[in-house]
């Protein structure tokens, strides 16, 4: 809480050398709780809760637009006895090699836990993608053989460095 009208936020970027100085204004200050029972579990819900949006939830296979341009396709997906292994697959139609941050991804299933640990997507090993070719890597999540109903939690840096587009990814049939 602040007690002020307004604050000023200096953020110093030591990778590009640069400073930015905000101004954060305090709007509709309220001074409120929020009580959560953690002991009520409800029973019955079942993932997703929400209606479906036509083209929200990509298919295994669908082209995504990353960085630079490159294409980005989860080939294929594995059940294994430890949970999920992912098969990604880039394309660089550009001049220059390229990098697409997708990190580790965790799922999430009709229990509505989401299995995985986020890690910050660019700071996660993927290889470089030369210019004109295509690049093939690996990624796996652990999750419990019993649990069904799977979609992929998928952050993918777009556009602009460290600026990330999230898709679900639908995996339901592993």
Known sequence: MVDQDWCWCVDFDRDRNSKHILYQGVANKVDATLEVKLDEVATGLTYPIAEAIEGLVQKPGTEITAINDVILVLTNVERMDTGLRFM???????????????GNPPVIGTDGIIYGFYETPDIVSVPITPAGDKA???????????VKGLYIL???????????VNYAVDVTDK
Do not use: C, I, M
């Not at 990604?88 to 997708?102: A, D, I, K, L, R």
């Not at 093939?136 to 019993?146: F, I, R, S, Y």
């Not at 998928?154 to 990330?164: D, M, T």
């Open 88 to 102: 990604w697959q880039t394309n660089n139609p550009g001049e220059y090699p390229s990098y697409v941050h997708v």
């Open 136 to 146: 093939e890597w690996t990624t796996e999540t652990a999750v419990p053989p019993d």
């Open 154 to 164: 998928l952050s993918v840096e777009s556009k602009k460095q460290r600026l990330f």
